[in-house]
Protein backbone atom coordinates (compact mmCIF):
# COMPACT_ATOMS: atom_id res chain seq x y z
CA UNK A 1 0.00 0.00 0.00
CA UNK A 2 2.95 2.34 0.83
CA UNK A 3 4.65 1.82 -2.57
CA UNK A 4 1.05 2.73 -4.49
CA UNK A 5 1.05 6.19 -2.27
CA UNK A 6 4.68 6.85 -3.34
CA UNK A 7 3.97 6.36 -7.01
CA UNK A 8 0.83 8.18 -6.82
CA UNK A 9 2.82 10.98 -4.95
CA UNK A 10 5.74 10.99 -7.62
CA UNK A 11 3.16 10.98 -10.83
CA UNK A 12 1.29 13.80 -9.03
CA UNK A 13 4.61 15.45 -8.75
CA UNK A 14 5.81 14.96 -12.62
CA UNK A 15 8.86 13.36 -10.97
CA UNK A 16 7.90 9.98 -12.70
CA UNK A 17 7.54 10.03 -16.21
CA UNK A 18 6.35 6.62 -17.98
CA UNK A 19 8.31 5.53 -20.67
CA UNK A 20 5.77 5.44 -23.37
CA UNK A 21 4.80 9.30 -22.38
CA UNK A 22 8.32 10.58 -22.94
CA UNK A 23 9.07 12.48 -26.59
CA UNK A 24 10.99 10.23 -28.77
CA UNK A 25 14.83 10.34 -28.94
CA UNK A 26 15.96 12.99 -31.97
CA UNK A 27 18.63 11.41 -34.21
CA UNK A 28 20.73 14.26 -36.62
CA UNK A 29 20.62 13.02 -40.16
CA UNK A 30 22.94 14.35 -42.90
CA UNK A 31 21.80 17.31 -43.48
CA UNK A 32 22.05 18.34 -39.64
CA UNK A 33 18.71 18.74 -39.11
CA UNK A 34 16.85 16.87 -36.10
CA UNK A 35 14.43 13.26 -36.74
CA UNK A 36 12.90 10.87 -35.07
CA UNK A 37 14.34 7.54 -35.92
CA UNK A 38 12.33 5.00 -37.52
CA UNK A 39 11.68 2.16 -35.19
CA UNK A 40 9.82 -0.48 -37.07
CA UNK A 41 11.67 -1.31 -39.67
CA UNK A 42 10.27 -4.69 -40.95
CA UNK A 43 13.13 -5.65 -43.53
CA UNK A 44 13.27 -9.19 -44.01
CA UNK A 45 10.23 -10.41 -41.73
CA UNK A 46 8.57 -13.14 -43.36
CA UNK A 47 5.45 -12.97 -41.75
CA UNK A 48 2.45 -10.38 -43.21
CA UNK A 49 0.54 -8.37 -40.73
CA UNK A 50 -2.22 -9.95 -39.18
CA UNK A 51 -5.06 -7.52 -40.27
CA UNK A 52 -3.67 -8.97 -44.22
CA UNK A 53 -3.59 -12.54 -43.06
CA UNK A 54 -7.35 -12.54 -41.51
CA UNK A 55 -8.57 -10.67 -44.38
CA UNK A 56 -6.77 -12.91 -47.02
CA UNK A 57 -8.65 -16.11 -44.63
CA UNK A 58 -12.02 -14.21 -45.06
CA UNK A 59 -11.30 -13.76 -49.24
CA UNK A 60 -10.67 -17.44 -48.84
CA UNK A 61 -14.38 -18.41 -47.15
CA UNK A 62 -16.11 -16.02 -49.67
CA UNK A 63 -14.51 -17.49 -52.80
CA UNK A 64 -15.46 -20.94 -51.76
CA UNK A 65 -18.93 -20.06 -50.87
CA UNK A 66 -18.89 -18.37 -54.45
CA UNK A 67 -17.72 -21.64 -56.16
CA UNK A 68 -20.19 -23.68 -54.45
CA UNK A 69 -22.72 -20.88 -56.12
CA UNK A 70 -21.25 -20.98 -59.65
CA UNK A 71 -21.56 -24.84 -59.21
CA UNK A 72 -24.88 -25.49 -58.04
CA UNK A 73 -26.79 -25.06 -61.51
CA UNK A 74 -30.07 -24.36 -58.66
CA UNK A 75 -28.88 -20.82 -58.12
CA UNK A 76 -29.80 -18.56 -60.85
CA UNK A 77 -27.08 -16.79 -62.80
CA UNK A 78 -28.55 -13.13 -61.93
CA UNK A 79 -27.62 -13.84 -58.01
CA UNK A 80 -24.33 -15.31 -59.01
CA UNK A 81 -23.13 -12.23 -61.41
CA UNK A 82 -24.49 -10.00 -58.49
CA UNK A 83 -22.44 -11.60 -55.85
CA UNK A 84 -19.29 -11.55 -57.98
CA UNK A 85 -19.31 -8.18 -58.69
CA UNK A 86 -19.54 -7.05 -54.47
CA UNK A 87 -16.71 -9.77 -54.03
CA UNK A 88 -14.60 -7.85 -57.08
CA UNK A 89 -15.33 -4.61 -54.83
CA UNK A 90 -13.79 -6.14 -51.78
CA UNK A 91 -10.70 -7.77 -54.04
CA UNK A 92 -10.27 -4.90 -55.85
CA UNK A 93 -9.90 -7.07 -59.00
CA UNK A 94 -12.64 -8.39 -61.55
CA UNK A 95 -13.80 -11.55 -60.18
CA UNK A 96 -15.54 -14.36 -62.28
CA UNK A 97 -16.23 -18.74 -61.45
CA UNK A 98 -12.90 -19.06 -62.98
CA UNK A 99 -10.94 -16.73 -61.17
CA UNK A 100 -11.91 -18.08 -57.81
CA UNK A 101 -9.55 -20.69 -58.59
CA UNK A 102 -6.76 -18.73 -57.44
CA UNK A 103 -7.58 -18.70 -53.91
Aim: hydrophobic share 45%; proline share 7%; with cysteine.
Amino acid sequence: MRVVVALLCLLQLGLATPVFAQAPSRVPDEAGTARTPFVRNLDGYQFPALAQTIARMQNIAHAMRLRDYCADRRVPDEFVRVQLERFSLITGRPESCASLLDY
